[in-house]
C-alpha cells in the first residue's frame, strides 16, 4: 500500500470511528454524485462540514471555487497528498456536480471552538487589507474566492499560513501572498479564530 | 503574473501594503484620501509597478460609484457540448443565419489561424498553451500542441509556418502541420519588445505583405505610459525589422487590413473606473504613419481625461470612427471577404465584443459588424450576433472572428473554451 493510500485509508477509519458507517447525506445528492459525496463525506463531513483538524468544511464554498480547487488538484497544480489519488479520477462532470453540490449545502454555523476574539483588532487588519473586496462583507465568498465564515479556524490559520510562505499554489496566490506576508503568527491566529466565529 | 484580466476575485487589494512593498511613490495625501475611504488605489506610473505590479493592479484606481466592481471569475471547466447547444438556442441572429458549435473543449480559445492542411491553431489567455484542433474520427479535438509558454494570445499562419506572440517573443514555428505530436523547436523572430506583463497581451495582424501589425497596451488603468507601449508597430519577421506605425493606444488585442485600401483598422479597449457610461471602447482607422489616437489625454474622441489631460485638447488626436459602446471591451476582428454570406457583409468588418466587467449592467457579450466606405467615411454598426447573456448570468464571451475557407465565421469564446461557426443559406 503507498503511504497515500495509508493516510486516506487512515484518515477515512479515524472519521468512520467517530461517524456510522453510511453517513446519510443532507440535501441528498443527485445518483451519479452520490458515491463520489460518500467519499468526500469521509473526511469533510457527512453535512460537507468537518470535523477534522486542518480538513476544510466545503459547505456553501461556492460552486467555482471548488471547482477551480479540483482542477488545479487533478492537474497537480495544487498539491494536497491525501487528495491526489481521489483527485486525478474525477472527470469534468464529477467535478461540476461536486461544485454545485457542495456550494448548495446550508454554510457551517459559527465554529463553537473559536476563541473570542477582540474585533476592533482584527478589523484593523483586516479592513487595511480589502479582505471584503473579495471574500465580501459577510465572508461568504463569491466566484473563486472562498468562503471564510465558519471554516475551521485551525484550517484558516493553515491556509493563511501557506499562503503567507508562498506554498498554497492555484489563484490567488500573489494577492494573498502579498495581504499576508506581513502579518505575525499571532495575528493569524485572531484572524482565523475571527472568521471562524462568523455566522 | 498570470491570471489578470480573468482574476476575479483575486481582488484584495493594498494600497497601503503595495506601497509598502514598493508599488510606487504615492503622494501621503492622496493614500490617506483613498484609504479613508476604502477604495482601492494604486499608483501605476512607475517602473516597479510596469515591472511588479500587484495581481489585482486593474483594480487600482477604484471610485465611490463603481466599488466593487471586478473582473469576471471565468469558468475552470469548458462548458459541456450539451450546454453549449442550449446557450447557441438562444443567440440572435439575421435571417438565413445559424450558428452551430465547431468544437468544445478548446481551452481559453483566444486568437485562431489555419494552417494549410485544415488544422486550426488557438492561442490561450494564461494557460501557456497554443492548442491544435484536428478532426478525429468526425470530431474535432483539441491538443496542447505548444506548452511552456506564459501569454500565447496572438496567433498566425503564413508562408507554411505558425507564428505565435507570447507578451514580448514573436516565435515562428516552422511546417508545424507535419508532425502534431511534437510542435517544432521555434525561431525568435522578433523580440525587441518591453516585458511588461500588465495588457502585455497581444494578437497578430499579418498586413498580407509578409509583415504584422502588433499592438502594445499600457502596464495600467491610466498612466503616462513608457514610451515603449501604447502603439501598434509593423514588424518584418524575416529580419526583425520594425516601425512605428501609430501611438496613443490604450489596450488593442484585435485589428485587421482593409482588403480594399491596405489600411490597418484596430479595435482598442478604453480606460477603466471612469464610469459605467463613459469611456466607449472603440473602432479606430490608420490612415498614415504616426497617428495618434488620443490615450492617455483623451477618451473616445470627446472625453479629456481628469488626471491625465494634461492641458490637451481632444482636437489634436484622431477620434475613432466607431464608438462601439461603453466598455463592451471588442477584441479579435476580421474583415468579411467570403462568398457564403449575402453581398451586403463584402469588405464590411466583423467584431467580437468579450464584453464588459467595470460596468454595473453588462455590455457586449456579443459580435458586431460594421460596414464603412474604404476612406472610413459613413459607418454602419449592426448587432450581428447575440448575446451571450443571460439577464446578467454571463453565458460566453467572443474573442475572435476568423473566416472559414467556406465562408462561414468561426468564433472562438474563451470563457466557455468553444469554438462556434455561423453560416448562411439562403
Same mark, same amino acid.
Given at each position: 500500500?503507498?503511504?497515500?493510500?495509508?493516510?486516506?485509508?487512515?484518515?477515512?477509519?479515524?472519521?468512520?470511528?467517530?461517524?456510522?458507517?453510511?453517513?446519510?447525506?443532507?440535501?441528498?445528492?443527485?445518483?451519479?454524485?452520490?458515491?463520489?459525496?460518500?467519499?468526500?463525506?469521509?473526511?469533510?463531513?457527512?453535512?460537507?462540514?468537518?470535523?477534522?483538524?486542518?480538513?476544510?468544511?466545503?459547505?456553501?464554498?461556492?460552486?467555482?471555487?471548488?471547482?477551480?480547487?479540483?482542477?488545479?488538484?487533478?492537474?497537480?497544480?495544487?498539491?494536497?497528498?491525501?487528495?491526489?489519488?481521489?483527485?486525478?479520477?474525477?472527470?469534468?462532470?464529477?467535478?461540476?456536480?461536486?461544485?454545485?453540490?457542495?456550494?448548495?449545502?446550508?454554510?457551517?454555523?459559527?465554529?463553537?471552538?473559536?476563541?473570542?476574539?477582540?474585533?476592533?483588532?482584527?478589523?484593523?487588519?483586516?479592513?487595511?487589507?480589502?479582505?471584503?473586496?473579495?471574500?465580501?462583507?459577510?465572508?461568504?465568498?463569491?466566484?473563486?474566492?472562498?468562503?471564510?465564515?465558519?471554516?475551521?479556524?485551525?484550517?484558516?490559520?493553515?491556509?493563511?499560513?501557506?499562503?503567507?510562505?508562498?506554498?498554497?499554489?492555484?489563484?490567488?496566490?500573489?494577492?494573498?501572498?502579498?495581504?499576508?506576508?506581513?502579518?505575525?503568527?499571532?495575528?493569524?491566529?485572531?484572524?482565523?479564530?475571527?472568521?471562524?466565529?462568523?455566522? | 503574473?498570470?491570471?489578470?484580466?480573468?482574476?476575479?476575485?483575486?481582488?484584495?487589494?493594498?494600497?497601503?501594503?503595495?506601497?509598502?512593498?514598493?508599488?510606487?511613490?504615492?503622494?501621503?495625501?492622496?493614500?490617506?484620501?483613498?484609504?479613508?475611504?476604502?477604495?482601492?488605489?494604486?499608483?501605476?506610473?512607475?517602473?516597479?509597478?510596469?515591472?511588479?505590479?500587484?495581481?489585482?493592479?486593474?483594480?487600482?484606481?477604484?471610485?465611490?460609484?463603481?466599488?466593487?466592481?471586478?473582473?469576471?471569475?471565468?469558468?475552470?471547466?469548458?462548458?459541456?457540448?450539451?450546454?453549449?447547444?442550449?446557450?447557441?438556442?438562444?443567440?440572435?441572429?439575421?435571417?438565413?443565419?445559424?450558428?452551430?458549435?465547431?468544437?468544445?473543449?478548446v481551452?481559453?480559445a483566444r486568437q485562431m489561424a489555419m494552417g494549410d492542411k485544415g488544422t486550426l491553431f488557438v492561442g490561450t489567455?494564461?494557460?501557456?498553451?497554443v492548442s491544435a484542433v484536428?478532426?478525429?474520427?468526425?470530431?474535432?479535438?483539441?491538443?496542447?500542441f505548444i506548452?511552456?509558454?506564459?501569454?500565447p494570445t496572438g496567433v498566425a499562419f503564413m508562408d507554411h509556418a505558425l507564428y505565435v506572440i507570447?507578451?514580448?517573443?514573436l516565435y515562428k514555428y516552422?511546417?508545424p502541420e507535419?508532425?502534431?505530436?511534437?510542435?517544432?523547436?521555434?525561431?525568435?523572430?522578433?523580440?525587441?519588445?518591453?516585458?511588461?506583463?500588465?495588457?502585455?497581451?497581444k494578437y497578430l495582424v499579418p498586413?498580407?505583405?509578409?509583415?504584422f501589425?502588433?499592438?502594445?497596451?499600457?502596464?495600467?488603468?491610466?498612466?503616462?505610459?513608457?514610451?515603449?507601449?501604447?502603439?501598434?508597430?509593423?514588424?518584418?519577421p524575416?529580419?526583425?525589422?520594425?516601425?512605428?506605425?501609430?501611438?496613443?493606444?490604450?489596450?488593442? =488585442?484585435g485589428?485587421a !487590413?482593409? @482588403?480594399?485600401?491596405?489600411?490597418?483598422?484596430?479595435?482598442?479597449? &478604453?480606460?477603466? %473606473? #471612469?464610469? +459605467?457610461?463613459?469611456?466607449?471602447?472603440?473602432?479606430?482607422?490608420?490612415?498614415?504613419?504616426?497617428?495618434?489616437?488620443?490615450?492617455?489625454?483623451?477618451?473616445?474622441?470627446?472625453?479629456?481625461?481628469?488626471?491625465?489631460?494634461?492641458?490637451?485638447?481632444?482636437?489634436?488626436?484622431?477620434?475613432?470612427?466607431?464608438?462601439?459602446?461603453?466598455?463592451?471591451?471588442?477584441?479579435g476582428?476580421k474583415?468579411?471577404?467570403?462568398?457564403?454570406?449575402?453581398?451586403?457583409?463584402?469588405?464590411?468588418?466583423?467584431?467580437?465584443?468579450?464584453?464588459?466587467?467595470?460596468?454595473?449592467?453588462?455590455?457586449?457579450?456579443?459580435? =458586431?459588424?460594421?460596414? !464603412?466606405? @474604404?476612406?472610413?467615411?459613413?459607418?454602419?454598426?449592426?448587432?450581428? &450576433?447575440?448575446? %451571450? #447573456?443571460? +439577464?446578467?448570468?454571463?453565458?460566453?464571451?467572443?474573442a475572435d472572428i476568423l473566416q472559414a475557407p467556406?465562408?462561414?465565421?468561426l468564433?472562438a469564446?474563451?470563457?466557455?473554451?468553444?469554438i462556434?461557426?455561423?453560416?448562411?443559406?439562403?
Open positions: 500500500m503507498s503511504a497515500r493510500s495509508r493516510l486516506v485509508a487512515l484518515a477515512a477509519a479515524a472519521v468512520l470511528l467517530a461517524f456510522p458507517l453510511a453517513p446519510s447525506l443532507a440535501a441528498d445528492p443527485p445518483p451519479g454524485v452520490a458515491e463520489l459525496v460518500q467519499t468526500c463525506a469521509s473526511c469533510h463531513g457527512p453535512e460537507g462540514i468537518s470535523a477534522i483538524v486542518n480538513t476544510p468544511s466545503l459547505a456553501g464554498q461556492p460552486d467555482i471555487f471548488i471547482q477551480y480547487q479540483l482542477v488545479f488538484m487533478r492537474d497537480g497544480t495544487r498539491k494536497v497528498e491525501v487528495m491526489q489519488e481521489i483527485a486525478k479520477n474525477l472527470t469534468d462532470d464529477n467535478i461540476r456536480e461536486l461544485g454545485a453540490y457542495y456550494s448548495s449545502l446550508p454554510p457551517p454555523p459559527a465554529q463553537p471552538d473559536a476563541t473570542a476574539v477582540d474585533a476592533g483588532k482584527v478589523n484593523a487588519i483586516i479592513s487595511q487589507r480589502h479582505c471584503d473586496s473579495c471574500h465580501k462583507e459577510d465572508f461568504s465568498g463569491q466566484g473563486e474566492t472562498a468562503r471564510l465564515a465558519g471554516q475551521r479556524p485551525d484550517y484558516l490559520v493553515k491556509a493563511l499560513s501557506d499562503f503567507r510562505a508562498g506554498a498554497r499554489r492555484g489563484r490567488g496566490m500573489g494577492t494573498m501572498m502579498e495581504v499576508s506576508v506581513t502579518l505575525h503568527d499571532q495575528d493569524i491566529q485572531m484572524i482565523a479564530d475571527y472568521l471562524a466565529g462568523k455566522p | 503574473m498570470r491570471r489578470l484580466e480573468t482574476a476575479l476575485s483575486k481582488v484584495c487589494l493594498v494600497g497601503a501594503i503595495a506601497a509598502f512593498l514598493g508599488g510606487g511613490a504615492l503622494p501621503a495625501q492622496a493614500q490617506t484620501t483613498a484609504e479613508a475611504s476604502g477604495l482601492k488605489h494604486y499608483e501605476s506610473n512607475s517602473k516597479d509597478f510596469w515591472t511588479h505590479p500587484p495581481d489585482d493592479w486593474f483594480l487600482g484606481d477604484e471610485t465611490k460609484d463603481q466599488k466593487g466592481l471586478t473582473p469576471n471569475a471565468g469558468q475552470p471547466l469548458p462548458t459541456s457540448e450539451a450546454e453549449l447547444e442550449k446557450i447557441l438556442a438562444k443567440i440572435k441572429l439575421p435571417p438565413g443565419f445559424k450558428i452551430s458549435v465547431w468544437a468544445s473543449s481551452p481559453q489567455f494564461d494557460k501557456g498553451t484536428t478532426e478525429v474520427n468526425g470530431k474535432r479535438v483539441a491538443k496542447p506548452t511552456g509558454l506564459r501569454m507570447d507578451i514580448d517573443k516552422d511546417d507535419a508532425n502534431l505530436e511534437k510542435a517544432p523547436t521555434p525561431k525568435v523572430v522578433y523580440d525587441d519588445m518591453p516585458p511588461y506583463i500588465p495588457h502585455g497581451w498586413d498580407g505583405k509578409g509583415w501589425y502588433i499592438p502594445f497596451g499600457p502596464p495600467c488603468n491610466v498612466c503616462l505610459p513608457p514610451t515603449s507601449v501604447s502603439q501598434y508597430r509593423r514588424v518584418n524575416a529580419n526583425g525589422t520594425a516601425e512605428l506605425v501609430a501611438v496613443g493606444i490604450r489596450n488593442s =488585442v485589428g !487590413v482593409d @482588403p480594399r485600401t491596405g489600411d490597418l483598422w484596430f479595435s482598442e479597449n &478604453a480606460r477603466d %473606473w #471612469l464610469g +459605467d457610461d463613459q469611456p466607449s471602447d472603440k473602432l479606430n482607422h490608420v490612415t498614415h504613419l504616426g497617428q495618434h489616437f488620443g490615450y492617455p489625454y483623451c477618451h473616445q474622441g470627446n472625453i479629456v481625461d481628469p488626471k491625465f489631460g494634461m492641458g490637451h485638447k481632444c482636437s489634436e488626436f484622431t477620434p475613432p470612427v466607431v464608438n462601439l459602446g461603453y466598455h463592451v471591451a471588442p477584441l476582428m474583415f468579411y471577404t467570403g462568398n457564403q454570406f449575402p453581398a451586403q457583409y463584402k469588405n464590411g468588418m466583423f467584431i467580437a465584443e468579450h464584453g464588459s466587467w467595470n460596468r454595473h449592467k453588462k455590455n457586449g457579450y456579443r459580435i =458586431v459588424f460594421v460596414s !464603412v466606405g @474604404p476612406d472610413g467615411k459613413n459607418p454602419k454598426e449592426t448587432v450581428f &450576433a447575440g448575446t %451571450w #447573456l443571460d +439577464d446578467q448570468k454571463i453565458l460566453g464571451r467572443p467556406d465562408g462561414s465565421l468564433v469564446d474563451d470563457q466557455t473554451s468553444a462556434y461557426q455561423i453560416s448562411y443559406h439562403k
